[in-house]
C-alpha cells in the first residue's frame, strides 16, 4: 500500500535515484525517505548529484494551498516535527519515532549545500595543502643533502643532533 503524502495527502510514487529508494509526491514535489536514506544520500551522492535529485524524480509541484493541519508521518501517523538539518537553515521534518524524513519542494537542493565549505575557505585550504607540500618537499631534499654531505666528511649522522 503506497504511502500518504504528509501535506497533500496523495499518494507517493516509490522512485530510485542512484539506488537509493525515495518516495516522491506527484502533486506537491515532496519527497520521502526511509531512516537511513538522508545519510546515504550525503555519504554515496555528491552535492551536485543531490541537486539533481528534484530535477530527476520530482516533479514540477502544483500550487497548494497552505496546509490547515500539521503534517503528519506516512508510516506511523504521528505528527510530523520540524528541526533545523544539520543545525543549519534546512527545514526537514521528522516523526518522534524517526520512521523517515519529510524534504518538502526545493529543500534537497538546500542539503546539497549543507557543510561545504565557503569558496573562500576552499581557497585558503589549497594554499596550506600547497605550502605543506611545498615544506615537506623542502625538508626531503635538505635531507639528502645533509646524509650525502654527512657520509663524505666521515660524521656519522647518529652523532649530530639539533
Not at 542512484?18 to 550525503?42: E, F, H, Q, T
Not at 530527476?56 to 506511523?76: D, E, G, I
Not at 501517523?77 to 543545525?87: E, F, N, R
Request: hydrophobic share 35%.
Amino acid at each position: 500500500m503506497p504511502l500518504a503524502c504528509p501535506d497533500c495527502q496523495t499518494s507517493l510514487e516509490d522512485k530510485s535515484f542512484y539506488d537509493i529508494p525515495i518516495s516522491v509526491c506527484p502533486n506537491c514535489a515532496g519527497i520521502w525517505l526511509d531512516k537511513d536514506d538522508m545519510y546515504r544520500i550525503r555519504t554515496e551522492l555528491n552535492p551536485d548529484q543531490i541537486r539533481d535529485i528534484e530535477a530527476k524524480v520530482a516533479p514540477k509541484p502544483n500550487p497548494l494551498p497552505a496546509p490547515s493541519h500539521n503534517p503528519h508521518c506516512p508510516v506511523c501517523h504521528q505528527a510530523l516535527l520540524p528541526y533545523h538539518y544539520a543545525g543549519g537553515p534546512v527545514v526537514l521534518h521528522t516523526c518522534e519515532k524517526v520512521c523517515g524524513i519529510w524534504v518538502q519542494d526545493k529543500e534537497m537542493d538546500k542539503v546539497a549545500d549543507v557543510d561545504e565549505p565557503a569558496p573562500e575557505a576552499v581557497k585558503v585550504a589549497k594554499k596550506y595543502e600547497e605550502e605543506s607540500k611545498r615544506l615537506v618537499d623542502h625538508y626531503h631534499r635538505a635531507e639528502q643533502l645533509f646524509r650525502a654531505f654527512s657520509y663524505r666528511r666521515g660524521w656519522p649522522l647518529g652523532l649530530w643532533s639539533g
